[in-house]
């Protein structure tokens, strides 16, 4: 069986952390800031783990993400 094709769009959108979690950025974050407040924005600047609902969608477009640390 042929080696699986990682999604090169979702591999540059999410990251695995050491303990093997993946991360992602928050949405919200890119336009329309002016009415957003101060202390919003800050919290949209963090990442977020993926939801385990997501989690395998993810794991399934970037299938040798887990082995990168």
Same mark, same amino acid.
């Given at each position: 069986?042929p080696?699986?094709?990682? /999604?090169?769009?979702?591999?540059?959108?999410? #990251?695995?952390? !050491? @303990?093997?979690?993946? %991360?992602?950025? /928050?949405?919200?974050?890119?336009?329309?800031? #002016?009415?957003? !407040? @101060?202390?919003?924005? %800050?919290?949209?600047?963090?990442?977020?783990?993926?939801?385990?609902?997501?989690?395998?969608?993810?794991?399934?477009?970037?299938?040798?993400?887990?082995?990168?640390?």
């Open positions: 069986m080696k699986m094709k990682t /999604r090169k769009a979702a591999a540059k959108r999410y #990251e695995v952390t !050491g @303990s093997g979690k993946i %991360r992602r950025r /928050r949405a919200g974050k890119n336009h329309l800031l #002016e009415h957003k !407040g @101060s202390s919003r924005l %800050r919290s949209l600047s963090g990442k977020a783990d993926v939801s385990e609902s997501d989690l395998y969608k993810v794991e399934r477009q970037c299938p040798y993400k887990k082995y990168l640390r």
